[in-house]
């Protein structure tokens, strides 16, 4: 939860200073038949408003950070007397991660391997050395081949265990992640509220039909009939969550 709000601080303090600009432009104006622009010339009148703008959401801004500073500093002092790492929230495993979060990660680091390649190495190593994925994993995307709380699912997230925990084994560093790679791709647990769970499935069931697109168009092509039962099933569920 930290992270999840920490990572719409940006949006508040843009909202919340182009209020401030709004409300300053109109004073400003409203004050011009009365007063004129004497007072501050014509320049600084049309400056002030932005000014304003920038200052209060500058501030705003900072004051939030300064308070998710302070509140992750207290999370990870909390979190290393139980043993756990606030940066490295995989360092002990999958447990905390719901398999439809998991779904979306290995979604994103599939649409990453199609869309990118090798142009986008960081964040394709972030994934495997955070979570244990790899290109030769039985998890298909665009249309997906396996759900939450099935067999397949469970699987996977024993193969992607059995990875990290060679990598705990050999002493191979885990990444360290920060809000930068959280508002990227929402790698900190999160808590499946029925909206959270919602969201999440509408946003895999959306990269999926993405990279169907990209692979298959939108023309009539020939597919096998598992294929086409997938990307249906895909399709509808994708409808119903958006409600479209």
Do not use: H
């Not at 995989?90 to 142009?119: C, F, H, M, P, W």
């Not at 999160?190 to 919602?198: A, D, Q, S, W, Y």
């Amino acid at each position: 939860m930290l992270y999840a709000t920490a990572g719409e601080d940006g949006r508040k303090a843009t909202m919340q200073g182009f209020v401030i600009t709004c409300v300053a432009g109109a004073l400003v104006l409203l004050s011009a038949p009365a007063f004129g622009t004497a007072w501050a010339g014509p320049l600084v009148a049309a400056l002030v408003p932005v000014c304003a703008g920038l200052v209060f959401g500058g501030g705003f801004f900072g004051w939030r950070r300064y308070r998710f500073s302070k509140r992750r500093r207290i999370l990870g002092w909390e979190l290393s007397a139980v043993g756990e790492d606030a940066t490295r929230p995989t360092v002990n495993g999958l447990g905390e991660y719901y398999d439809a979060q998991l779904i979306l990660l290995r979604s994103q680091y599939e649409y990453l391997l199609s869309r990118y390649g090798t142009r986008a190495p960081r964040s394709t190593r972030l994934f495997e050395e955070a979570f244990g994925f790899t290109p030769e994993d039985a998890f298909e995307v665009g249309p997906l081949n396996v759900s939450p709380d099935t067999e397949a699912m469970r699987w996977l997230r024993e193969r992607w265990e059995s990875r990290l925990a060679a990598r705990r084994a050999s002493g191979e560093e885990f990444p360290a992640l920060g809000l930068s790679e959280d508002r990227a791709y929402r790698v900190f647990p999160r808590e499946m509220t029925v909206p959270m769970e919602l969201a999440t499935r509408s946003a895999y069931l959306s990269i999926s039909l993405k990279v169907f697109r990209q692979r298959y168009g939108k023309g009539r092509v020939i597919l096998s009939e598992d294929l086409l039962r997938r990307a249906n099933r895909d399709f509808d569920e994708y409808r119903a969550l958006v409600k479209r």
